[in-house]
């Protein structure tokens, strides 16, 4: 019994990943809430209201995880004070938050910040909440509004083409849903198609200059 409960002891405790987490509040706009949290293995979970227990989940390549990761590090994990300090519109309460492996927490909280890197972080968050945002569109029309489906579909693509798709593949089900049934316009299910099939190839690496 004495080994057994030694054995027990030498067991680590299960180890949650790394986190960061970003929030922003802005009455008024749409959504007025955001929360979204990435952790180092690229599980991302999104939400639009702090009460809400079930968040959209999603997966982030290793890459674009790390990516995050290593401004998070640029900025010291967020330990200094982010905000300029300057007297510029409001554009809603932004917070940075890193949580560790144990749970400890660090975070800045700001308007606006001249920090750049901290400005390529709030980009990035911004995207991956626009990708998010439009997945839920493109989820709603798909049950509930067909005819909005083509404009949910141009959003995604915009998004696409500008580089700004946080997680493609989440979107594979949702497409070949909508391909595969003949209540949608053919254009629909053409376009769902093509950007499927482009998800699924990947982004076309860019020619060296």
Same mark, same amino acid.
């Given at each position: 019994m004495r080994f057994l409960v030694l054995a027990l002891l030498a067991i680590p405790a299960f180890a949650v990943p790394a986190r960061l987490l970003f929030t922003k509040s802005f009455p008024?706009?749409?959504?007025? $809430?955001?929360?979204?949290?990435?952790?180092?293995?690229?599980?991302?979970? $999104?939400?639009?209201?702090?009460?809400?227990?079930?968040p959209l989940k999603a997966q982030l390549?290793?890459?674009?995880?790390?990516?995050?990761?290593?401004m998070a590090e640029k900025l010291n994990y967020f330990k200094e004070p982010l905000e300029s300090g300057l007297k510029v519109a409001?554009?809603?309460?932004?917070?940075?938050? $890193?949580?560790d492996e144990s749970g400890a927490?660090?975070?800045s909280i700001f308007n606006y910040s001249l920090n750049e890197t901290a400005r390529q972080l709030l980009?990035?968050?911004?995207?991956?909440?626009?990708?998010?945002?439009? $997945?839920?569109?493109?989820?709603?029309?798909?049950?509930?509004?067909?005819?909005?489906?083509n404009d949910s579909?141009?959003?995604?693509?915009?998004?696409?083409?500008?580089?700004?798709?946080?997680?493609?593949?989440?979107?594979?089900?949702l497409l070949t849903h909508i391909t595969a049934h003949q209540s949608y316009m053919h254009l629909v299910r053409e376009r769902a198609a093509r950007l499927k099939d482009e998800f699924l190839a990947g982004p076309v690496a860019e020619a060296p200059k």
């Amino acid at each position: 019994m004495r080994f057994l409960v030694l054995a027990l002891l030498a067991i680590p405790a299960f180890a949650v990943p790394a986190r960061l987490l970003f929030t922003k509040s802005f009455p008024g706009s749409v959504p007025a $809430y955001v929360w979204l949290a990435v952790d180092r293995n690229g599980g991302l979970q $999104y939400k639009e209201s702090p009460t809400d227990e079930q968040p959209l989940k999603a997966q982030l390549k290793e890459g674009d995880a790390a990516l995050l990761f290593s401004m998070a590090e640029k900025l010291n994990y967020f330990k200094e004070p982010l905000e300029s300090g300057l007297k510029v519109a409001n554009t809603g309460k932004k917070t940075f938050r $890193y949580e560790d492996e144990s749970g400890a927490a660090t975070e800045s909280i700001f308007n606006y910040s001249l920090n750049e890197t901290a400005r390529q972080l709030l980009d990035r968050f911004e995207q991956i909440a626009a990708t998010e945002r439009a $997945y839920i569109d493109l989820d709603r029309t798909s049950h509930f509004d067909k005819l909005g489906v083509n404009d949910s579909l141009a959003m995604i693509e915009a998004l696409w083409v500008r580089k700004e798709l946080a997680a493609p593949e989440q979107f594979i089900p949702l497409l070949t849903h909508i391909t595969a049934h003949q209540s949608y316009m053919h254009l629909v299910r053409e376009r769902a198609a093509r950007l499927k099939d482009e998800f699924l190839a990947g982004p076309v690496a860019e020619a060296p200059k």
